[in-house]
């Protein structure tokens, strides 16, 4: 949800003057409302985990939240219009944004919470009448759209036509490329894993990260373990970590991070999320964060997402996005979408 102009103009208030008081702030920022008016949409940005309140009772005081910059809403086609060169962005890895804002503050706010709790009740009642052949061929489906979709993000060409008959029937599609197939081959063998062995990423480690890539990359000339040189990512200045022992030290703090969350919704985002902010690996990275993520909400039995609705290129804005910034927006939005979408056309 977009900022309005009333709050962005409180927001902007606090982040100049600090820690005040909702009186304070009444009587400087001009929005021309009543105090109790005031007080409602300060209680809103704080549900919305953009302020946060120090102190009790009349030394009540409202401060920016450390996970604002983390969740504040963004005009993606507005921060585009930059050119890559003129947007002023995080260049370097940011250990914080993990290590500090992450570990210790909740991505989701309780409404989002609640929305996706509401879409999983759903789901547990629809997949509870279906039989075990029917439910087999709807997850099958949905295999189908993940492998197709989850390639296509990467530059696969194959059609999702083309995909199904190509896992159905080991069919390849004429004009493609034998790595194409493969590619698309390796996802239904590493969704197949995960099903075979549902806890397998449960707790997340950085040597389990690895197999999974390993069966996403086998026979697609891709260095296996984890990366030892830099890596670049087209269309960002953004660089991530080139040094092995930095890249095994901050997999391994976002392992212990999304272990520590309770919400499977936010240990399946940050998985998402955090694996492709790191580059672990040559190729092949975002590919694994989606098997990963989709191993999550399996293992709890909760809905994968096929993210068969996503536009590639606003998937690839929304990744850019966080690593330029940090923010996490528009990656959670495509999430929440793709879990409605997922809950309301599979099962």
């Not at 002023?88 to 944004?97: G, H, L, P, T, V």
């Not at 197709?148 to 080991?170: A, M, P």
């Not at 890596?231 to 392992?255: H, K, M, W």
Request: aromatic fraction near 8%; proline fraction near 2%.
């Amino acid at each position: 949800m977009m900022i309005d102009s009333r709050e962005q103009q409180i927001i902007d208030f606090i982040k100049q003057r600090g820690a005040c008081s909702s009186k304070e702030v009444h009587d400087n920022v001009d929005i021309n409302v009543s105090y109790a008016t005031l007080k409602r949409v300060l209680s809103k940005l704080i549900t919305d985990s953009y302020l946060v309140t120090v102190g009790q009772g009349k030394g009540t005081k409202y401060t920016i939240s450390p996970t604002f910059e983390l969740l504040a809403p963004i005009d993606i086609e507005k921060y585009y219009e930059e050119e890559i060169d003129d947007r002023a962005i995080k260049e370097s890895f940011n250990f914080s944004i993990i290590n500090e804002v992450i570990a210790k503050n909740s991505v989701f706010t309780e409404t989002e919470i609640e929305k996706l709790n509401l879409l999983q009740a759903k789901f547990r009642k629809n997949i509870s009448q279906l039989s075990e052949i029917e439910y087999k061929i709807e997850f099958e489906r949905l295999a189908i759209d993940l492998s197709w979709k989850s390639s296509q993000i990467e530059g696969n060409t194959y059609s999702l036509l083309e995909t199904e008959r190509l896992l159905k029937e080991r069919e390849t599609a004429a004009g493609k490329t034998k790595e194409e197939a493969i590619m698309l081959l390796n996802h239904k063998d590493a969704l197949d894993f995960i099903i075979e062995n549902t806890d397998y990423l449960n707790p997340l480690s950085v040597s389990k990260i690895e197999d999974i890539h390993s069966i996403l990359t086998k026979e697609l000339l891709v260095e296996r373990n984890l990366r030892r040189r830099r890596v670049g990512i087209s269309g960002t200045n953004y660089r991530p970590l080139d040094n092995e022992f930095q890249i095994s030290e901050a997999l391994r703090n976002s392992c212990d991070v999304i272990n520590s969350k309770k919400s499977v919704f936010e240990k399946a985002l940050l998985a998402l999320v955090l694996i492709s902010y790191i580059q672990p690996f040559m190729d092949g990275n975002k590919r694994t964060a989606r098997i990963v993520s989709n191993a999550i909400l399996m293992n709890e039995k909760h809905c994968p997402l096929s993210f068969r609705t996503v536009d590639s290129i606003d998937y690839k804005k929304a990744m850019l996005l966080f690593y330029e910034q940090n923010n996490i927006s528009k990656l959670k939005e495509i999430f929440i979408n793709q879990f409605e979408f997922a809950v309301k056309t599979y099962f």
